[in-house]
C-alpha cells in the first residue's frame, strides 16, 4: 500500500510540475488568427514587399529589421531615435502599448491587450500572407 501512495504522490507532483510548466510557457502564435488580427492594422500598414507605405511603414519583413528603417517611410523622431529591432519580444512590447515602448512615436494606436492575440499578430508578420 505504502509503495501505492508513494507512486501517486510521485505521478501527482509529476502532473502538477507538467500543468505549471504549460501555464508559464508564453503563448504561441497562430498566424490564421494573426491574420484576422492584422485586418485592424491593414488601414495603415502593408505587407506585401512591393507596396507603398501608407499612413505607416510597410511592414513585409518586419521580424529582424531595426525599427525606423524601413524605406520610404518617414519616421517621427522618436522612432528614429530608439534603436530597436524587432525581435517577438520588442513587438510584443509594442503591441502592447506603443507609446510606453516608443514614448513620443507618431503612431496612434492604443494597443492590443490581449496576449494570444499579439502572439497570433507577430507569428503572422513572421511570413504575412497578403
Not at 505549471?20 to 497562430?30: E, I, N, T, V
Not at 517577438?88 to 512590447?93: G, N, S, V
Amino acid at each position: 500500500m505504502a509503495k501505492f501512495t508513494s507512486a501517486l504522490v510521485v505521478v501527482g507532483l509529476a502532473a502538477s510540475a507538467l500543468a505549471s510548466a504549460a501555464m508559464a510557457a508564453p503563448p504561441k502564435g497562430d498566424p490564421v488568427l494573426g491574420k484576422k488580427v492584422f485586418m485592424r492594422c491593414i488601414a495603415c500598414h502593408a505587407v506585401t514587399p512591393s507596396a507603398a507605405a501608407k499612413m505607416g511603414p510597410n511592414l513585409a519583413g518586419v521580424v529582424g529589421r531595426k525599427a525606423g528603417a524601413a524605406p520610404n517611410f518617414k519616421y517621427s523622431a522618436a522612432m528614429k531615435k530608439a534603436n530597436l529591432k524587432w525581435d517577438e519580444a520588442t513587438l510584443d512590447k509594442w503591441l502592447t502599448k506603443p507609446s510606453t515602448l516608443v514614448p513620443g512615436t507618431s503612431m496612434a494606436f492604443a494597443g492590443v491587450p490581449n496576449p494570444d492575440e499579439r502572439a497570433a499578430v507577430i507569428a503572422y508578420m513572421k511570413k504575412p500572407t497578403p
